[in-house]
């Protein structure tokens, strides 16, 4: 490839990675996608109909939750495994 493709290239790459980092400082704490909790609430579900133990459902949820961290590479810094295995007992017995 030539060196002036990869300029250009390279220029754009940093463009695009300066735009994304912009993107991604700001004050608001991330969340895990609406669609990511149902599907976790719709697994667990599915968990407890095939009458797993709470032991299972919590290391099924604390999976979950090392996924969510895992794939934000960091950007949340605190863990928050409590908030969301409430949440998901909360929609398990309503």
């Known amino acids: 490839m ?3 493709v990869r300029k250009v290239d390279r220029d754009m790459f940093d463009v695009v990675l300066a735009y994304l ?4 400082k700001t004050q608001k704490q991330l969340e895990p996608a609406v ?3 149902t599907r976790l609430i719709e ?3 599915r968990l407890q109909m095939k009458e797993a133990d709470s032991h ?3 290391h099924y949820v604390q999976g979950w939750v ?3 961290h895992g794939g934000l590479q960091g950007a949340i810094t605190e863990n928050r495994f409590n908030q ?3 949440y ?3 929609n398990l017995s309503g």
């Open 2 to 4: 030539p060196a002036q």
């Open 21 to 24: 980092c912009c993107r991604f």
């Open 35 to 37: 669609q990511s909790l």
């Open 43 to 45: 697994r667990s579900r």
């Open 56 to 58: 299972r459902l919590r």
């Open 66 to 68: 090392t996924w969510l």
């Open 84 to 86: 969301i295995w409430d």
């Open 88 to 90: 998901v007992n909360k």
